[in-house]
């Protein structure tokens, strides 16, 4: 998706912590998770799990009338297996933001992103939450630009974000921020984990068969530094191999899965998290059996790494909505009400995954 968060420096992963507000009995599920020998640890055992994108968490959440919304989504997911929620943790200039202008904010939505973390602790659920965007949607690095142009900065190009002093500064700070905001937050804590949030392009073309991004990221060498604990991909072939058949995507896509899974077994050695893929029912020749073809390859790329103790650990398809919220839908959408089959296929690829959860004392694990 255009609105997925790119290269963009520091998510943070797993961020659900004890509560401090609420009286829930913290367990072994609300451990933070770690990662040793390029997998998931929860709790001494390899974590393995499937999950959803929910981008719109904190702002519908900021409307306390609404939040019943969140409780809700995080309850129908826990319920078919479910167990990690990506949501956006930023909203920079435009309409109702988190940050109207570098380091002012809107405290509703704080207190909605609060809410959004302790809703998850109750029922299991990690999170990682975005903290800017590559892209336009919600501000992203152009807004940080075009603020240091208002105050008479001469920038060029929005990938100054990356390299002007003053635009770095005002990440820098939005970035401390979450720390007096978020009851929720542990500010002192270094076990949150970090990614770089890459949709996976390779800087050279022929790694990327039928593909020709260039955006400025190379999944190799992004993903080698230290700080960043584990890989992330995205993939959307109706998008990317727009007017090919249903074979040809689907093939791509098997392709793009196993090379990026044995790049980052045998080169990064670092667990690797499907954080967006999906099908849109916008497109002409959409169905919903192509859709469920479409999970089933991605799901099945994933179970088969996880299952040989490998370092693929989960997928996160994009996105999850609950009933009444028409204006978020992008055709990527799933209700669970609304999708039988689709629904059927997440809850059987979830089970499969907490089996293998459960063999964490085999020595190909350790």
């Not at 919600?138 to 002007?164: L, M, P």
Request: net charge negative.
């Amino acid at each position: 998706m255009r609105i997925s968060c790119t290269l963009i420096l520091i998510l943070l992963i797993f961020v659900l912590i004890q509560e401090q507000n609420f009286s829930t009995q913290v367990t072994a599920e609300n451990e933070f998770v770690r990662t040793e020998r390029g997998h998931f640890m929860l709790n001494g055992s390899p974590f393995y799990a499937n999950g959803f994108n929910a981008y719109w968490l904190m702002y519908v959440a900021s409307d306390q009338s609404q939040r019943y919304k969140i409780t809700f989504a995080f309850q129908e997911a826990a319920n078919y297996g479910l167990l990690i929620a990506r949501a956006w943790a930023f909203g920079d200039g435009g309409y109702f933001p988190l940050q109207y202008s570098p380091g002012f904010y809107n405290e509703h939505m704080f207190q909605g992103l609060d809410f959004v973390i302790s809703e998850a602790g109750k029922y299991g659920i990690k999170l990682i939450l975005s903290l800017v965007n590559n892209y336009e949607d919600s501000g992203g690095k152009r807004q940080y630009v075009n603020w240091a142009r208002n105050q008479g900065h001469n920038i060029v190009s929005d990938d100054e974000f990356f390299t002007n002093t003053v635009v770095k500064g005002y990440y820098k700070n939005h970035i401390k921020m979450p720390h007096r905001y978020i009851s929720n937050y542990n500010s002192g804590d270094p076990q949150h984990l970090l990614e770089a949030g890459l949709e996976g392009f390779y800087r050279k073309p022929e790694d990327q068969e039928n593909l020709n991004f260039k955006i400025g990221t190379d999944f190799i060498t992004n993903n080698q530094i230290p700080d960043i604990d584990f890989a992330t991909l995205h993939s959307y072939p109706d998008q990317w191999l727009n007017g090919q058949t249903d074979e040809n995507q689907l093939s791509f896509l098997k392709d793009w899965l196993d090379k990026h899974i044995q790049d980052t077994q045998t080169i990064l050695q670092k667990p690797l998290l499907i954080a967006e893929f999906g099908k849109s029912s916008k497109d002409k020749e959409y169905t919903t059996k192509k859709r469920d073809e479409l999970f089933s390859t991605v799901y099945t790329s994933i179970y088969s790494s996880a299952s040989d103790g490998g370092v693929a650990s989960g997928a996160l398809f994009w996105q999850l909505l609950t009933e009444n919220m028409d204006s978020f839908r992008d055709g990527y959408e799933i209700v669970f009400t609304e999708s039988p089959s689709t629904v059927e296929l997440i809850a059987e690829q979830c089970q499969k995954l907490n089996e293998i959860r459960k063999l964490h004392d085999n020595p190909k694990f350790l």
